[in-house]
């Protein structure tokens, strides 16, 4: 679908009174006026995003991260394997015994393996090749930096480098 040209007589339209919703007068300019305040405070609230970035933390056991700040994701994607072995230790000899005592530890780890499995999906969506790996918002990524600050402040030095 074409946009929409204006003509002249459409330039002109902001300034004309019109009737709006359930009867009410109002001049389109001051429509457009609240518009343009909406966007501007949109945009003010979007110009405050980097404060406020999501940030996860993708690492493994034995390569631990420092300087966590409250509120960033930390996500072990060694986890599942971890949960592996602790379902799988100390099982009885039988194999139905075994499978037994699976179905009960089962409904205990069911939540941890949901969780562990989010975490290394959301890792495999964002193509986290290396740990530990900083994220934030999705598009910035610093790698093998084990202080989460460090990497976060770098991260934003090159977004503002970036604008």
């Known amino acids: ?13 902001p300034f004309k009174t019109v009737r709006g919703k359930r009867g009410v007068k109002f001049r389109q300019a001051s429509v457009i006026a609240a518009l343009a305040v909406t966007t501007l405070c949109a945009g003010l609230l979007l110009a405050s995003l980097p404060a406020m970035a999501k940030t996860e933390v993708f690492m493994i056991a034995g390569v631990p991260v420092t300087h966590v ?59 986290v090749t290396k740990v530990p790996a900083v994220v934030v918002d999705g598009r910035y990524v610093v790698y093998g930096q084990p202080n989460v600050k460090a990497a976060v402040a770098e991260i934003h030095r090159a977004a503002a480098r970036e604008k």
Not at 1 to 13: E, G, I, T
């Open 69 to 127: 700040p409250d509120g960033v994701t930390v996500v072990e994607l060694d986890q599942p394997s971890r949960l592996d072995k602790q379902l799988s230790d100390g099982l009885p000899g039988t194999q139905d015994a075994a499978a037994r005592a699976v179905q009960k530890r089962l409904s205990r780890f069911r939540k941890s393996y949901g969780q562990a499995y989010e975490g290394l999906l959301r890792a495999w969506r964002l193509g």
């Open 1 to 13: 679908m074409k946009p929409n040209r204006l003509d002249a007589s459409q330039v002109r339209a």
